[in-house]
C-alpha cells in the first residue's frame, strides 16, 4: 500500500506492507537516524516526532502514518549547524556509542519545548524511557540541563553551537588543543 508522508519537511509517496512499522519503512528509505533497538516500541531508540508528539517508530504502524508529518533527529541540524540539543550531547560528552542517542535527542527536545528549564529529576523522567547501555545516564542529564541553559540564553554559545572561547586575562588566544591547561 502507498502512504502520503512529509519526512524532515519533504513530501514523498512510500510503499508499506500492512505489518511495517514506521521505524522499518524510514530506514528503507534511507532515514538511518531512526534506531531499531528493541522492535516494540519500548527502549525509545526509534523516537521521532508525528505531527508534532514523540513516537516510538517501531511502536507504530506505518499505515497509521499516512498522511502525517515525520520529522526525524536529522531534521534538527546539520553538521555544521547543530540543535543546541545535539551541540550539548557533543560538549558534554554523552555520546558513547549513539544508537541511543537521536531518541535522547528528540526527547530532550520535546522537553525542553514544554518546559525551558527542567529540573535534574524532570530531565531524568522525561529521558527514562531511553535505553542506554553506555552512558549511565549522567551525560545525557547533564547534556540536556546545558542545552535547557543555552535555550534561554543564560550561556554564551559560539556560531558552530559551542561553548564561545574565553580570552584569557593576559589577552592572548591560545592556540592550543583546548585552550590550555593541559600538557600537551
Known amino acids: 500500500m502507498d502512504i502520503e508522508l512529509t519526512i524532515n519537511g519533504e513530501r514523498t509517496t512510500v510503499e508499506a506492507g500492512s505489518a511495517d512499522d514506521l521505524a522499518t519503512v524510514l530506514r528503507q528509505h534511507g532515514h538511518i537516524g531512526v534506531k531499531c533497538g528493541c522492535d516494540g516500541g519500548t527502549c ?3 523516537k521521532v ?6 513516537r516510538m517508530a517501531c511502536g507504530m504502524a506505518a499505515v497509521d502514518a499516512d498522511g502525517s508529518e515525520i520529522q526525524t533527529v536529522a531534521a534538527l541540524g546539520t553538521q555544521d549547524d547543530l540543535h543546541p540539543v545535539q551541540q550539548a550531547f557533543v560538549d558534554n560528552f554523552a555520546v558513547q556509542c549513539g544508537f541511543c542517542i537521536p531518541g535522547m535527542v528528540i526527547q530532550a527536545v520535546a522537553l525542553l519545548d514544554s518546559n525551558p528549564d527542567p529540573t535534574e529529576r524532570e530531565v531524568r523522567e522525561a529521558l527514562d524511557d531511553n535505553v542506554c547501555r553506555c552512558t549511565g545516564y549522567q551525560k545525557p542529564v547533564e547534556a540536556v540541563l546545558d542545552a535547557a541553559e543555552r535555550m534561554r540564553g543564560a550561556q554564551s554559545v559560539a556560531a558552530d553551537g559551542g561553548h564561545s572561547a574565553t580570552v584569557p586575562p593576559n589577552g592572548n588566544e591560545s592556540t592550543r588543543c583546548c585552550g590550555g591547561g593541559c600538557d600537551e
Request: glycine share 22%; net charge negative.
Open 44 to 46: 525509545g531508540a526509534s
Open 49 to 54: 516526532f508525528v505531527d508534532g508528539d514523540v
